[in-house]
C-alpha cells in the first residue's frame, strides 16, 4: 500500500468513526468521567475493575480505601488483609498481591506512592511505564491514561474489540493489541471517551459474540459484518 493510499484508507476511516461515535453518542448519549484526581488510585482502580463489573470494582476500592487511610499502609499491610477488603472484586488473592507489589514498586523506583510525574509525560511514555508492572497491560494502562490523564487514546477490551473487528474500519485485527494500534492512528480527534464508553454499552447490549442484534444496531449502516451477513445492503466502509 501506497503512502498517498494509506493516507486515503486512513481519512475513510476516520470518517466512518466520526460517523459511529456520532450514532452511538444518539443512542447511549454523550459519556462524562470524573478522575480520582490520584493516578495511583486510578490504577488500583483499574486493576480491581478487571474481569469483574463497575458494581463489584467499585465495591471492593471503597472497601480498600476505607480499611487503609493511605498507600503506604496498604504496600506494608498483609496480603491477607488486602484481599479480605477487595473481597467483593473477585479475584482477591491475585489484585492483592498484584496491587501490593505495585505499590511496593512505586515507593522504590520513586521514594514515595505517588505518580503525579506521569501528568506531565508524552502518552506513549506513559503507557510504556505502567506496562512495566507485573499485571498491567496496555488495556489497564491506557484506561488510566484515558480516565485519569485526559489522553485521546481509546483503550480496547474484548468489547471494543469485537465491534471494531466486525465494523471492519480498521480491517479485522486479530488482537486488542493491534485494534488498540490501529485505532490510534484513525480515531476522531477529541472524541476518545465517548467511543471508548458507547462501543463497550454496544457490545454489551447488542453487539454480542454470539448473538449480535445487528436488525437494531445503530451503526449497522457503517458495519462490514452487517453488509455480509445477508441482513442489510453493502457497506462502503473501507479496511485498513
Known amino acids: ?32 468521567h470524573t478522575p480520582y484526581r490520584d493516578i495511583v488510585a486510578s490504577l488500583v482502580g483499574t486493576i ?3 474481569n469483574t463489573s463497575d458494581v463489584n470494582s467499585g465495591r471492593a476500592f471503597m472497601s480498600l480505601r476505607e480499611r487503609f487511610a493511605t498507600w503506604p499502609e496498604v504496600a506494608h499491610a498483609r496480603v491477607r488483609s488486602i484481599e479480605a477488603a477487595i ?20 515507593e522504590k ?14 502518552t506513549a ?12 497491560g496496555r488495556k489497564t494502562a491506557a484506561c488510566v491514561a ?3 490523564l485526559g489522553r485521546d487514546i481509546v483503550p ?24 488498540f494500534d490501529r485505532l490510534a492512528e484513525v480515531a476522531p480527534a477529541g472524541r476518545a471517551l465517548s467511543l471508548h464508553v458507547n462501543l463497550i454499552e ?20 457503517s458495519c462490514a459484518h452487517f453488509a455480509g451477513s445477508g441482513l442489510g445492503p453493502p457497506t462502503g466502509v473501507q479496511g485498513g
Open 1 to 32: 500500500m501506497t503512502a498517498n493510499t494509506n493516507a486515503s484508507a486512513n481519512a475513510n476511516a476516520r470518517r466512518t468513526l466520526e460517523a459511529v461515535t456520532d450514532a452511538l453518542e444518539d443512542r447511549y448519549g454523550i459519556p462524562t
Open 48 to 50: 480491581l475493575s478487571q
Open 87 to 106: 473481597r467483593t472484586g473477585g479475584l482477591a488473592r491475585t489484585k492483592s498481591v498484584r496491587i501490593r507489589a505495585i505499590l511496593r514498586d512505586i
Open 109 to 122: 523506583q520513586t521514594g514515595s506512592i505517588d505518580l503525579a510525574f506521569l501528568a506531565d509525560r508524552p
Open 125 to 136: 511514555d506513559v503507557l510504556e511505564y505502567l506496562m512495566g508492572f507485573d499485571g498491567v
Open 146 to 148: 484515558l480516565f485519569e
Open 156 to 179: 480496547v477490551d474484548t468489547h471494543v474489540h469485537r465491534v471494531v473487528s466486525r465494523l471492519g474500519v480498521v480491517g479485522c485485527p486479530k488482537t486488542p493489541e493491534k485494534t
Open 202 to 221: 454496544l457490545g454489551r447490549e447488542l453487539c454480542r459474540p454470539r448473538t449480535p442484534g445487528c436488525e437494531r444496531c445503530p451503526i449497522a449502516g
